[in-house]
C-alpha cells in the first residue's frame, strides 16, 4: 500500500540547532513530493515541493528539503531553527490526483 | 482566487445519528477534491477523493461515505455515527495529478 513514513513524532530542538525531519514514501512509480507545516491553532500551508529537476529544493523561511530517489526520501532541513519554527510539519507525496500525508512531526524549540 | 468553504465548522451529533458535511470549491472548474480525517499522532488519514462528477475513491473502509453530486461539491456522509467517528474532517482540493492539496478550515464533529 501507498505510505508515507515519518519515524520522528516530537522533536525539541534549542534556537540555531540545525534541524532534519525524516520522511520516506513507499510508492515506487513517479511521486511529487510536499512539506506541509501546520502552526498551533492554523491551517496547514505549503513549506515546499517537489516535481522535477534539481532534488534539493528551496522553500519558505529557510526551508530545505533533498530528494533521494534511491532511498525514498524526502528529507526537511533548516540550518537554524527559531522559536517561531513551532509547529507540526507534514511530509506529503501526490501521484494520480492521489494526496497521502505522513503522520506528521511535532517540532518543539526552547527560546 | 479559489477558495474552498467547508461547514459547519464544529457539530456535535449523538451516536446513530447521520451526518452530512459539506464542502464547495469557487474558483477553479474539475478539481480533484479530498476529505481527510486528521487526528493526534496519525497525521491526516486520506478517506475519499474524487478526481469528477460521481466518481469517488475510499481510501479507508469505515462507517462513512462521500458523494461528488456537482463539479464543485463535496459531501461526506454517515447513515448512523459511531463514537469513533469523533474527529477532525478537512475537505481540500487539487489540480490534475500534479497537485498540492488546498484546504478549508475544518469541521470539528464530535459524537456523544
Do not use: M
Amino acid at each position: 500500500a501507498q505510505s508515507v513514513s515519518q519515524h520522528n513524532h516530537h522533536v525539541i530542538l534549542s534556537e540555531a540547532a540545525s534541524l532534519e525531519l525524516g520522511c520516506n514514501y513507499s510508492y515506487g512509480g513517479t511521486v511529487n513530493l510536499f512539506w506541509y507545516v501546520q502552526y498551533p491553532g492554523q491551517h496547514l500551508q505549503l513549506l515546499l515541493k517537489y516535481f522535477s529537476g534539481d532534488p534539493l529544493v528551496k522553500g519558505i523561511k529557510g526551508f530545505e528539503a533533498e530528494f533521494i530517489k534511491s532511498k525514498f526520501s524526502f528529507n526537511l532541513r533548516k540550518p537554524s531553527v527559531q522559536w517561531s519554527d513551532t509547529a507540526e510539519y507534514f511530509c506529503s507525496y501526490s501521484s494520480a490526483s492521489k494526496i497521502i500525508f505522513g503522520s506528521g512531526t511535532r517540532l518543539s524549540i526552547r527560546p | 482566487s479559489q477558495t474552498i468553504h467547508q461547514w459547519p465548522a464544529t457539530l456535535v451529533q449523538p451516536v446513530g445519528s447521520p451526518l452530512s458535511l459539506e464542502c464547495t470549491v469557487e474558483g477553479t472548474s474539475n478539481p480533484n477534491l479530498y476529505w481527510y480525517r486528521q487526528a493526534a499522532g496519525r497525521g491526516l488519514q486520506l478517506l475519499f477523493y474524487s478526481v469528477g462528477i460521481g466518481q469517488i475513491s475510499s481510501e479507508v473502509p469505515q462507517n462513512l461515505s462521500a458523494s461528488r453530486p456537482q463539479d464543485r461539491q463535496f459531501i461526506l456522509s454517515s447513515k448512523k455515527l459511531l463514537l469513533s467517528d469523533s474527529g477532525f474532517y478537512l475537505c481540500a482540493w487539487g489540480r490534475g495529478t500534479q497537485t498540492e492539496a488546498f484546504f478549508g478550515q475544518g469541521t470539528r464533529l464530535t459524537v456523544v
